[in-house]
């Protein structure tokens, strides 16, 4: 006769729940009553999270595939009950961004993850036998997550990793840490209502740079899904571990004299002001053709845009910048203004009733610090040139080889083709905002960490696999 274990019960009592619309006491209750002690994935040290992880791991590994496809179905219903909470909770402790947009974060995230879907078999049969190819899990993996888009990259990371079974430690940014924390327990009650074992995603009630460092260097850990900014992408590759790196941006746009103007600005606003500038595929600078400038910026003021008068620009650049060169070279950021609403920055030059407007426009030369300045705030600076050729020419230079994100809007199929040849981004978008490029008004999957300094790209459950082959030789041949 065979034992029924608790877990089991409680995989039967979640379904049931699920069936009947009934919510669980576990993700009904207050964020400090998540859980026992110990299994809501929060632990005081690096090394206890990464244990727990460990062990998750290794009971998760047993469990087979249809708990894994319980599990992700659990946190992304989870995380729907929950993403205006944690959008806002995102809001207020970071003092970054828009509550609505950080929402339509959360909702994408979500959605349009993949799940287990993503891992397919290869099979080959013939005289000498059968091969057979699974992606498999590495095991634990050590996430760094940014302030910027907090929640939305802890959910995407989490289906991603778990959907490829592997149990994740996150540190997330410190400024970011109470909403970081709220999550994982949300994902960690998800998880084990659906059968699945507690800790399978952990983390540090305090992330520091030091956690950071030491989560980094784990023994117990395998694999890194660092996201963030230049520093943090630097230290995970001082790292002897394969680091899945998501790296700066600094998405250029060019415009050429064919675009349907209008189309390109309300789509350029669309994107540059999302979450007021914070996403790293969010559009940073226009280049655009002369001939066609003038209507270009009356479309995106138009469209929500505030075009800088000239005395207006230059109080701009003394409050957004510490410091400024406009010889081709970035400038140095004033943090405070970092994701700001562009009706606050207005009015903190003394323009007044711009509360409507989602983005700051600025004409200027090609060679304005703006240009050249992954800046994260809702401040567009618009660059006149020549001709397309030109445009894609500083459009490249502008991009810092980043290899991230870029767009161009044009109705020449020739120019959309050259361009994306010769600036080699992880996402490249023709026609919409760079949003598009990561499945909202677009096609296809998203995600928030997009690794484009090791490769990857959009990081899905299949770049966080590893694959291993069976090979039978001379058997397993039914023909």
Same mark, same amino acid.
């Not at 395998?222 to 963030?228: F, K, N, Y």
């Not at 910026?297 to 510490?322: C, D, P, W």
């Not at 992880?426 to 008004?441: E, R």
């Given at each position: 006769?065979?034992?029924?274990?608790?877990?089991?019960?409680?995989?039967?009592?979640?379904?049931?729940?699920?069936?009947?619309?009934?919510? /669980?006491?576990?993700?009904?209750?207050?964020?400090?009553?998540?859980?026992?002690?110990?299994?809501?994935?929060?632990?005081?040290?690096?090394?206890?999270?990464?244990?727990?992880?460990?062990?998750?791991?290794?009971?998760?590994? /047993?469990?087979?595939?249809?708990?894994?496809?319980?599990?992700?179905?659990?946190?992304?219903?989870?995380?729907?009950?929950?993403?205006?909470?944690?959008? @806002?909770?995102?809001?207020?402790?970071?003092?970054?961004?828009?509550?609505?947009?950080?929402?339509?974060?959360?909702?994408?995230?979500? @959605?349009?993850?993949?799940?287990?879907?993503?891992?397919? +078999?290869?099979?080959?049969?013939?005289?000498?036998?059968?091969?057979?190819?699974?992606?498999?899990? %590495?095991?634990?993996?050590?996430?760094?997550?940014? +302030?910027?888009?907090?929640?939305?990259?802890?959910?995407?990371?989490? !289906?991603?990793?778990? /959907?490829?079974?592997?149990?994740?430690?996150?540190?997330?940014?410190?400024? $970011?840490?109470?909403?970081?924390?709220?999550?994982?327990?949300? !994902?960690?009650?998800?998880?084990?209502?659906?059968?699945?074992?507690?800790?399978?995603?952990?983390?540090?009630?305090?992330?520091?740079?030091? /956690?950071?460092? +030491?989560?980094?260097?784990?023994?117990?850990?395998?694999?890194?899904?660092?996201?963030?900014?230049?520093?943090?992408?630097?230290?995970?590759?001082?790292?002897?571990?394969?680091?899945?790196?998501?790296?700066?941006?600094?998405?250029?746009?060019?415009?050429?004299?064919?675009?349907?103007?209008?189309?390109?600005?309300?789509?350029?606003?669309?994107?540059?002001? %999302?979450?007021?500038?914070?996403?790293?595929?969010?559009?940073?600078?226009?280049?655009?053709?002369?001939?066609?400038?003038?209507?270009?910026?009356?479309?995106?003021?138009?469209?929500?845009?505030?075009?800088?008068?000239?005395?207006?620009?230059?109080?701009?650049?003394?409050?957004?910048?510490?410091?400024?060169?406009?010889?081709?070279?970035? $400038?140095?950021?004033?943090?405070?203004?970092?994701?700001?609403?562009?009706?606050?920055?207005?009015?903190?030059?003394?323009?007044?009733?711009?509360?409507?407007?989602?983005?700051?426009?600025?004409?200027?030369?090609?060679?304005?610090?703006?240009?050249?300045?992954?800046?994260?705030?809702?401040?567009?600076?618009?660059?006149?040139?020549?001709?397309?050729?030109?445009?894609?020419?500083?459009?490249?230079? $502008?991009?810092?080889?980043?290899?991230?994100?870029?767009?161009?809007?044009?109705?020449?199929?020739?120019?959309?083709?050259?361009?994306?040849?010769?600036?080699?981004?992880?996402?490249?978008?023709?026609?919409?905002?760079?949003?598009?490029?990561?499945?909202?008004?677009?096609?296809?999957?998203?995600? %928030?960490?997009?690794?484009?300094?090791?490769?990857?790209?959009?990081?899905?459950?299949?770049?966080?696999?590893?694959?291993?082959?069976?090979?039978?030789?001379?058997?397993?041949?039914?023909?």
């Amino acid at each position: 006769m065979r034992t029924i274990k608790e877990r089991d019960i409680q995989a039967i009592i979640a379904r049931v729940r699920h069936k009947v619309g009934e919510s /669980s006491p576990k993700s009904a209750a207050p964020p400090a009553a998540l859980g026992r002690a110990g299994s809501d994935g929060v632990h005081t040290t690096v090394d206890a999270a990464v244990a727990a992880a460990r062990k998750a791991f290794l009971e998760y590994r /047993s469990q087979g595939l249809e708990v894994r496809h319980r599990v992700i179905d659990s946190i992304r219903s989870s995380m729907r009950k929950h993403a205006r909470e944690l959008a @806002e909770m995102a809001h207020r402790e970071t003092g970054l961004g828009r509550a609505e947009d950080k929402l339509k974060k959360n909702n994408l995230v979500i @959605e349009k993850t993949p799940g287990p879907e993503d891992l397919q +078999t290869q099979t080959w049969t013939g005289d000498r036998g059968l091969t057979l190819t699974e992606p498999a899990p %590495f095991g634990v993996i050590g996430a760094i997550t940014p +302030t910027t888009n907090p929640t939305a990259t802890i959910i995407n990371n989490t !289906i991603a990793g778990v /959907s490829a079974g592997n149990a994740i430690v996150f540190n997330a940014h410190p400024n $970011a840490k109470a909403v970081s924390v709220h999550t994982i327990r949300l !994902i960690n009650a998800a998880i084990t209502d659906a059968g699945g074992p507690s800790n399978l995603v952990t983390c540090v009630p305090e992330p520091t740079i030091e /956690s950071a460092q +030491t989560l980094m260097n784990h023994p117990g850990v395998r694999i890194l899904l660092v996201t963030g900014g230049p520093g943090v992408v630097e230290e995970a590759r001082k790292t002897t571990k394969r680091g899945i790196l998501a790296g700066p941006g600094n998405p250029p746009v060019v415009v050429d004299e064919t675009a349907d103007l209008e189309l390109a600005g309300r789509e350029i606003v669309r994107g540059a002001s %999302f979450d007021n500038n914070l996403i790293c595929t969010d559009e940073k600078e226009v280049f655009v053709v002369a001939s066609v400038a003038d209507e270009l910026l009356e479309s995106m003021v138009a469209n929500g845009g505030y075009l800088l008068g000239e005395h207006e620009l230059g109080k701009i650049e003394r409050l957004i910048f510490t410091q400024a060169a406009h010889d081709g070279t970035p $400038a140095k950021i004033n943090p405070k203004w970092i994701g700001q609403n562009a009706g606050d920055i207005l009015a903190a030059i003394g323009v007044r009733n711009a509360d409507d407007r989602r983005l700051v426009v600025a004409d200027v030369p090609v060679n304005h610090s703006l240009i050249w300045t992954e800046q994260m705030m809702p401040v567009m600076p618009v660059a006149r040139v020549p001709d397309v050729d030109r445009a894609i020419e500083l459009a490249v230079k $502008a991009e810092h080889g980043c290899c991230h994100t870029a767009s161009v809007f044009t109705r020449n199929v020739e120019v959309i083709t050259r361009m994306a040849r010769e600036i080699d981004v992880s996402i490249f978008v023709a026609n919409a905002a760079t949003l598009a490029g990561l499945g909202d008004g677009g096609e296809g999957f998203t995600s %928030f960490s997009i690794a484009s300094p090791t490769g990857e790209g959009l990081t899905r459950p299949r770049s966080l696999s590893r694959e291993r082959r069976l090979a039978v030789a001379g058997g397993l041949r039914i023909v």
